[in-house]
Every structure is written in structure tokens, then in C-alpha cells.
DNA sequence: TCCAGATTGCTATGGGCAACAACAATCTTA
DNA sequence: TAAGATTGTTGTTGCCCATAGCAATCTGGA
């Protein structure tokens, strides 16, 4: 089948992200954890006291899709709030939200090693910069 | 905010993918079509007669979710389709189906270009050998 | 000090994309 | 020709993201 697609680095961009994530989450479902999810306590473990916006705004999701996923988090008892004035609240990790967290970072780290190992080792140091370039 | 993320491969990766996709999503949606229609579009141009289950093979989209776009490709008189046998049929674009696929083309043609002057010229050969030793 | 405007967290809703299970009709091949 | 594979389809579910709108609260300039 001729495939137009071929070269294209969007396409390509497109169908590695893809294939990575969906690597990424049934590594992380072990944990019963998304990715999204894993992120988000990696951030808050980095910088107790963050409020929900600060999450947002450096993930770049949205205040609105903040509110399930930190329920969720919550609920599963990995996170807890405490107030910082009248509407700010505290971002901080449980114990249990800790050792997950430990666990979410060792699967990670294997899996980003897996994935630089997929790439031919005279790429390797341009894939970071390259991907960086186009977003940061 | 200390971000554990600024050196993860598999974050910029999940970053830069959607940068790209929702930029080329704003582009096409000014031809009224969404990334998935027209990449099927030109995997038809190419490839006149294939069947919706090679498509969605090529693409990794299964058939069961085949249906609804294919659908709105031929409500919009874009594609046709033509009994082979009893239960396979071959797809074709229309006029209209071949106009719209040549702007498709062409938008998609400045948006790689864009991509890929957004990447330093160092890093440039080895982003598309990268990507795909991710996935292919 | 007070008020306009910004910020924060939240509800509700919908779109896009993909996954799964199940099915009927049809083709293929042993 | 019968068993198994393929094709297109329906229906359903889930995740992620976007928008609009709201109430409560904070903040800074007059």
C-alpha cells in the first residue's frame, strides 16, 4: 500500500507519542495510576503547598479538569488539601500518595530509559532538544 | 516551580505531539476537516479502491471506528464507495473529495515545513529517524 | 477604605478519539 | 461443503480536553 505518510514528521510525531503513551499507561495501570495522574503527584511532591491553578498552569490543563482529576487522587487517598486562604487550597502527598509516587518514578524512569534505548544512539541526544524546540 | 519534567523525553514527546496536533487541527479546520479525515483522504488519493479495513489497518484505527468517519467523508461528498464483492468496498475520492485533498496537501505541506524550521538546524536529520525508531 | 477586576475552585456539558464486545453477511480454504 | 477468517456495522464506554458560567475570595489603585 503507498503511504503518503511516509516522511512525515507529523505523522511520525504523532504515531510515537501514541505508542509511547499507550506504553506509559499500561506500565502506570499496574499502579492503578494514569499518566496524567503520576504526573500531577510527581509535581506536588516536587513542591509541597502548590494550589491546583500552579498544577494547571504548568501541565497546561485546564482549571475545569483539574477538579475530577484531584478527586479522584484524593479519594484514592494520595492527596490532601489544606487551605491557604478563603479559596487557595495546599497541594500536599500522603504518606501512601509518597510511596505511590516512589513507585510512579521508578516505572517512569524505566520506561523513558526503554525509550531512549529505542532510538538509534546517533539520534539520541538530538530527540530532547528537537521535541523541546517544538513547544517550549 | 521545580519542574521533574524539564529533562523527560517521554513528556516532551507527549508535549510536542500536541502542540503539533492542535495546530495542524486549527489549520485543517478551516477546510472543515478534522487530521483523521484527511490523512485518510490521502492514503485514498493514493491508493484508489483499498478497503476501509486496510485504511484503518495502515493507520492502526480499527474498524469498528472506521465507520463514523468514513461516514462523514461520504455525507460530505468527499469519498465514495463501490461494492467489490459482497462485503468489501472500495474507496474513492470524489471531485470535490480530490479538490479538497489537494488543499489538505498543501496545508499540511507548510504545516511539516513550519515543524520542521522550528526544530535547530543541528538537530534537524534526526528528529523523522528518531520518531520512527519510537514506533515503526 | 472601598470597589472593580482578577483569581480560585467548581459544575455542567460536549467534542474528538479510541477501545471493546458482539453480530450478520460474506468470503476463503482445507 | 463446512469451518474459520474477514468485512462492515452497531452500541457502549472511557479518557482527555475545551468552553461557558458561577460563587466565593483576594488584591490593588483611587
Known sequence: MRDPLA?????????????MAALLTERLALLDLRTVEAT??????????????????SLDIQRANMVPLL??????GLIERTPID???QGLALTAAG???T???????RR?????????PPE?????LPALDALWR
Do not use: C, W
Not at 478527586?71 to 484514592?76: N, P, Y
Not at 520506561?111 to 532510538?119: C, G
Not at 539520534?123 to 530527540?127: E, G, Q, S, V, Y
Open 98 to 100: 509518597t510511596e505511590k
Open 111 to 119: 520506561f523513558e530509559a526503554e525509550l531512549i534505548e529505542r532510538v
Open 71 to 76: 478527586k479522584r487522587l484524593e479519594d484514592a
Open 40 to 57: 500531577v503527584m510527581m509535581l506536588i511532591a516536587e513542591n509541597p503547598q502548590v494550589t491546583a491553578s500552579r498544577i494547571g498552569a
Open 7 to 19: 516522511t512525515s514528521p507529523g505523522y511520525s510525531l504523532r504515531r510515537a507519542s501514541s505508542a
Open 123 to 127: 539520534h539520541r541526544a538530538h530527540l
Open 86 to 88: 478563603g479559596k487557595s
Open 102 to 108: 516512589a513507585a510512579a518514578r521508578t516505572t517512569i
